[in-house]
């Protein structure tokens, strides 16, 4: 969902627990200690009793809900939409092909395949399979997922290279593993890593940077690697020669590369201090010290145009001795010959700032131009930059509609760009830009996966508790009975500055709103909807206002009329499981069904589990007093009640996510088992952090969420 840019991953880990006293309480015997918890066995992510549980209550769940006459229906329809082949072929151009990665119904993990730039733009392309990941986990005996392949184009051989990312059953972690495009085998001898949570980046055709687990000691208390190494063609891994090295108590730190307009490739490593601040190194292949760039701690390098490097800013900024200040979601430029010439800050130039309603997604550079995407009230819009006298002006590119658009593919070698756009009701459309010609017209568009015949979509405003206004959209069917009997779903996500925009979704229309179901979307803050200051206002211990926001659109929305708690349901994953978790406790009595997706419900052992500890700059430290105090009063696990009167809720999670630990998920739901509360559980053994490791599997897990949705929300 978030298309090209050089900003940290969301991929973050885990810390340790100190034993210091929290308001006058050891750790002993605070809420959520080891000694208080009687439920750490569940923590045990492949533990012979943990799994045990997990199969007991796998086998309950899906015996209730498939036996419903319900359920085969929606997973066949599910399955089908998942799978079909009447779905948009996202490529990227790689010299004389357009390469693509593809499921269906026969290529279960699924294939990678290529066909040429004058096929890809016909409606049935000529694909060649370049490789086939069913075939290579059959052979391997491995689950094998594709994560992705980083590419290095060698301008002087015309040769493309390519490190293949692998992961056993979805997780993190992956290999990586060298692939020749042109044999379309692996490279005998060619860079392999062993399974590790890693980053790498090409230098050239002999040469890559990489950060891995390289023993004892060179991990980050986050589990993450904070030593990036320079790796030569030929050599093992372990004589690779280290070009920084970060503290322990830093997240991560990663490797990227820019390339100049002369083709000179120059190294760097974004060291991250925390989730949301980073130090950007300027490395040196000399033997010399790292660079540290003279940015504030939360920016983000975007990109080179016109050897203009472009960094959006997430904080106010006065650089230092330049008399000029920059704002919180700005997007400034410098020329970066000439830091690379002095070390020094260059004079910075604002690019481009957004109004009240706006807000700066990313950058993206292409042959002769770049491209930026933005927010406006929460729709999607693709402008054009340019650079004249040292002057930046930007041009909006003409799109088919008000929704969700994003740009699938660019790149600083080719003048042709895909884009993509959709909305609620309109299924996925790809456009081709060309920036010589300024010309878009619609390569590929897709049929609809279900009927939107009467259904309409409004942005409605709802006020939280402090006044602002939090936008939702709403999509039903025209002319529906405002008697509080409409099945409504309520979904969102308000966390990590990542903005929820109109999108179409086949499953949901076909599985919901074609069955006479109301679906909202709400922006509510910890998103980035409105830029950076909408997320921050969410953070920490000024959490509650996301809480509240959500609140206010569930109240919003009922008062309307449309729906009433009784026909109201609430979906949401990983942070949005949170989300789901605090709206559990804080209004039971506004739910009629809860989906808990891959859920954080344990706010006071979240950082010792996984992915958590990087997250305290989002939800704050359980070491830190004063947040320690705020999460105890909204972490679901410790707030549940056994005399509540709750709504029956569903929590689905995965044994090989390795982001979200499994063991949240089970420990709420066995306080709803020991309290002798109804609930559902369906636990993955496979899937990583999306609980399906492939389409069979996402079908299967949607039909089961549906049919709840259905059993508790369309009674009388």
């Known amino acids: 969902m978030i298309a090209p840019n050089i900003s940290k991953s969301p991929v973050l880990a885990l810390v340790l627990f100190s034993l210091f006293p929290f308001c006058a309480m050891s750790q002993e015997s605070s809420p959520g200690s080891p000694a208080d918890d009687p439920h750490l066995w569940l923590e045990e992510v492949e533990g012979e009793a943990a799994l045990e549980w997990v199969t007991t209550q796998n086998e309950q769940t899906l015996t209730e809900l498939q036996s419903d006459p319900r359920y085969s229906k929606y997973e066949e329809e599910a399955l089908e939409i998942l799978t079909s082949k009447e779905r948009i072929p996202y490529g990227r151009i790689r010299g004389e092909y357009v390469y693509n990665f593809w499921q269906d119904e026969e290529n279960v993990r699924g294939l990678w395949r290529r066909t040429s730039r004058e096929s890809y733009a016909t409606e049935d392309p000529e694909w060649e399979t370049v490789l086939n990941f069913d075939q290579l986990a059959e052979e391997e005996d491995k689950n094998w997922v594709f994560k992705g392949a980083r590419t290095f184009h060698d301008k002087k051989e015309d040769r493309y290279y390519t490190l293949v990312a692998l992961s056993d059953g979805g997780k993190d972690a992956v290999i990586r593993r060298e692939f020749d495009l042109e044999k379309q085998e692996f490279v005998e001898d060619g860079f392999v890593t062993p399974e590790a949570k890693q980053s790498s980046a090409w230098v050239d055709s002999d040469t890559i940077l990489i950060g891995t687990d390289w023993g004892e000691g060179s991990l980050t208390e986050s589990g993450y690697a904070r030593i990036l190494k320079r790796w030569k063609r030929g050599t093992p891994l372990e004589e690779a020669k280290t070009v920084i090295e970060v503290d322990p108590e ?87 010959e000439a830091f690379l010439d002095s070390g020094e800050l260059p004079e910075v130039q604002l690019v481009f700032r957004p109004d009240e309603t706006q807000a700066v997604n990313y950058v993206t550079v292409a042959k002769g131009t770049a491209l930026l995407s933005i927010n406006e009230n929460v729709v999607g819009k693709i402008l054009r930059l340019e650079r004249e006298g040292g002057n930046w002006t930007t041009k909006a590119i003409e799109l088919p509609g008000s929704g969700q658009t994003g740009i699938a593919f660019a790149d600083e070698e080719e003048t042709i760009v895909f884009l993509n756009y959709e909305d609620f009701l309109t299924p996925d459309s790809l456009l081709e830009y060309d920036t010589v010609s300024g010309e878009i017209k619609t390569l590929k568009s897709l049929p609809p996966k279900f009927d939107a015949e009467g259904l309409v979509v409004q942005q409605q405003f709802a006020t939280s508790q402090d006044g602002t206004r939090v936008p939702y959209f709403v999509v039903h069917r025209e002319g529906v009975e405002l008697n509080g009997k409409t099945p ?209 599997e996402r079908a299967k897990r949607t039909a089961l969420e549906y049919v709840y949705l259905a059993r508790q929300l369309k009674g009388e």
């Not at 730190?253 to 120059?266: C, N």
């Not at 309307?560 to 979906?571: E, N, R, Y």
Request: glycine share 10%.
């Open 250 to 336: 830093d997240v991560s730190v990663w490797p990227f590369t820019l390339e100049m307009e002369d083709g000179r490739i120059i190294e760097h490593a974004e060291e991250a201090d925390t989730f949301f601040t980073s130090t950007y190194w300027l490395l040196k292949n000399d033997g010399s010290d790292p660079v540290a760039y003279p940015l504030p701690p939360k920016a983000s390098l975007n990109g080179l145009y016109e050897d203009q490097l472009l960094i959006s800013l997430k904080q106010d900024w006065k650089p230092e001795g330049q008399g000029v200040d920059f704002q919180n979601g700005d997007l400034v430029a410098f020329d970066f």
């Open 488 to 696: 409504t779903l309520l979904y969102s996500y308000g966390g990590f500055q990542v903005s929820m925009r109109p999108g179409y979704r086949g499953t949901t229309g076909k599985l919901w709103l074609e069955e006479g179901g109301a679906y909202i979307l709400a922006n509510i803050r910890g998103g980035g909807e409105f830029g950076p200051a909408w997320h921050q206002a969410g953070l920490k211990t000024n959490r509650q206002r996301i809480y509240d926001d959500f609140i206010a659109v569930a109240e919003d929305v009922i008062d309307s009329g449309l729906t009433s708690p009784k026909h109201l349901g609430i979906m949401g994953g990983s942070n949005g499981g949170l989300l789901m978790g605090v709206m559990l406790n804080q209004r039971p009595d506004l739910w009629n069904a809860v989906v808990v997706q891959v859920p954080l419900l344990d706010m006071l052992r979240y950082h010792l589990l996984l992915a958590g500890a990087s997250w305290v700059d989002e939800y704050g430290s359980p070491e830190v007093p004063e947040e320690r105090a705020f999460l105890e009063k909204i972490s679901p696990y410790h707030n549940f009640d056994p005399e509540k009167k709750y709504p029956v809720p569903f929590f689905v999670t995965s044994t090989k996510d390795d982001r979200v630990h499994p063991g949240h998920a089970r420990k709420m739901a066995i306080l709803f088992e020991e309290a002798n509360l109804p609930f559902y559980y369906y636990e993955n053994i496979d899937g990583g952090h999306s609980a399906a490791a492939n389409q069979n």
